[in-house]
């Protein structure tokens, strides 16, 4: 074989890399809270509580999709289940999604899943929350380390 032609499969695996890299974000703290906030309308009241969840659940990382004991997986931002809330390959779940969706850089279907399963469920639901952000003295300060007094619910031109 020429070395031409065993150069192909390593540049399509490299492009294949790069791709998914680019469907991922690594938000920090403080922006996803803004976001969260200003984009999605989540209340200021309970922040505290969803950036913990998401920095033990997935350290904040929209492409994280873990194995559990049980043969389901938890993906993306808010480590979804697979068990109940999405299905593999298909639309399904108590959220009706593909849960391959849940693990991209779009967060949108994500919120709309985690929004449901913490109305039906509240933040007991993932372990992570249990674990760390149960007592309300873990919950990070965010109004002291990223100003979410000062953040506001981005208007939309319908609004005007």
Known sequence: MSPKVLLLPALLLCLM??????????????ELT?????????????????????????????????????NSKNYGLFQINSRDYCAEGRRGGLCNMKCEDLSNDDISDDIACAQRIQQRDGFKYWKGWNRYCRNTRNLPNLDVTCKLSTLSPIRSPNFY
Do not use: G
Request: hydrophobic share 35%.
């Open 17 to 30: 890399l790069i791709a998914k890299e680019v469907e991922s974000k690594q938000y920090m703290r403080c």
């Open 34 to 70: 803004r976001v969260l906030v200003e984009t999605y309308r989540f209340q200021k009241t309970l922040m505290s509580n969803w950036i913990c969840l998401v920095e033990h659940e997935s350290s904040l990382n929209t492409n994280k999709v873990t194995r559990n004991e049980n």
